[in-house]
């Protein structure tokens, strides 16, 4: 079985700031793929930046950044430069990397808030 | 740039009806999911289909929901009848294929999601 926690169910930075948003996960599951995505009040849920377990550096996606810690099992992702856009509710997932289904779990998400 | 699409966006519907959400994911995505996301709580799998068979199911609640994706391409999720708990968002997610046992997995693409109002 999988846990995601995020454990900021809300978060506020200033524009133009970074700022750092916490998830830690548990797994058995020797191999293993990490997520961010961005869900805004409309609904969709917008796919942010991955991570593999394997991977020997960490993600970046323009402003987006996964600071990955496999020992500590973090996968905190961090926005620089902040802009009013980015406020929207955040979810951390994971999901095996092996033989079967690849359903995404989820965490309960970070309600993040920029203020001009 | 390609998207998932999915309707309708909104559905109110009173308990005992039937209802139904569509879905069509990114052209060349042979892999589909539906997720339901209670409010407050991440997404949750209810089906996912590789073409067009049903790889996990183990979520959906069988007596009442039912999906498909005959030609392995768009789905439907039906739910007969509605109850009260089965308000809110179906979200719909494609990704090109699930490659079991590669040791990577491809980025799954969501669509714009349906929300459910049971009344």
């Known amino acids: 079985a999988q846990k995601i926690t995020q454990t900021q169910p809300g978060m506020f930075v200033q524009e133009k700031e970074a700022v750092t948003l916490d998830c830690t996960y548990d797994?058995?599951?020797?191999?293993?793929?990490l997520f961010w995505y961005k869900q805004p009040s409309s609904g969709e849920m917008i796919f942010l930046i991955y991570q593999g377990s394997y991977d020997q550096q960490n993600a970046t996606e323009g402003r987006y950044s996964l600071n990955f810690q496999k020992a500590r099992k973090s996968a905190n992702l961090v926005i620089s430069a902040s802009q009013l856009g980015d406020s929207a509710m955040y979810f951390c997932?994971?999901?095996?990397?092996?033989?079967?289904?690849?359903?995404?779990?989820f965490g309960k998400g970070t309600k993040l808030s920029v203020i001009p | 740039e390609a998207e998932v699409a999915q309707s309708p966006r909104y559905k109110i519907t009173e308990k005992s009806q039937a209802v139904a959400f569509w879905c069509d994911p990114i052209s060349g995505h042979a892999t589909l999911y539906w997720y339901r996301q209670i409010l407050g709580q991440g997404p949750e799998l209810l089906v996912q289909?590789?073409?067009?068979?049903?790889?996990?199911d183990s979520q959906l609640p069988k007596d009442r929901f039912s999906a498909e994706r005959l030609k392995g391409v768009d789905s439907t999720l039906k739910i007969q009848p509605a109850e009260l708990g089965d308000s809110a968002m179906y979200l719909c997610a494609s990704s090109r294929e699930g490659l079991a046992g590669a040791g990577r997995t491809d980025t799954q693409y969501f669509g714009p999601g349906t929300r459910l109002t049971v009344l």
């Open positions: 289909f590789q073409d067009e068979s049903v790889v996990d």
């Open positions: 797994t058995s599951d020797p191999s293993y793929g």
């Open positions: 997932a994971m999901t095996p990397l092996g033989a079967g289904s690849y359903q995404l779990t």
